[in-house]
């Protein structure tokens, strides 16, 4: 069982930034693709950003310029750096990741991440 520790949620107003932090508890030469979900109330979790084992980045059009995923291999550890934030982009936040030679899907238990107008 790998567990995925979020940190960084908080409340912000519009325009302001936070950065998510997640910590695997995997080394990570054994992670595969890592990354970020988001779930506003009542609505379905969705894809923010993902990054690859290599390094590759995948970015939901609707945070495309504001959002920046990135990795610590040195630490497991994925982080998103929110800009330009919006009341839109209020929801719980989870950490994602696979590791390599499975698809198994692990998740954390989510951050609230609130931006008021």
């Known amino acids: 069982q790998m567990q995925l520790v979020e940190s960084g949620g908080g409340l912000v107003q519009a325009g302001g930034s936070l950065r998510l932090s997640c910590v695997a508890s995997?080394?990570?030469?054994?992670?595969?693709?890592m990354g970020w979900y988001r779930q506003g109330l009542g609505e379905q979790r969705v894809m923010v950003a993902t990054i690859s084992r290599m390094g590759s980045t995948n970015y939901a059009d609707v945070v495309k310029g504001r959002f920046t995923v990135s990795k610590d291999n040195a630490k497991s550890t994925v982080y998103l750096q929110m800009n330009s934030l919006k009341p839109e982009d209020t929801a719980v936040y989870y950490c994602?990741?696979?590791?390599?030679?499975?698809?198994?899907?692990?998740w954390g238990k989510g951050t609230q991440v609130t931006v008021s107008s």
């Open positions: 994602y990741a696979q590791k390599i030679f499975s698809t198994r899907d692990y």
């Open positions: 995997e080394d990570s030469v054994r992670l595969g693709t």
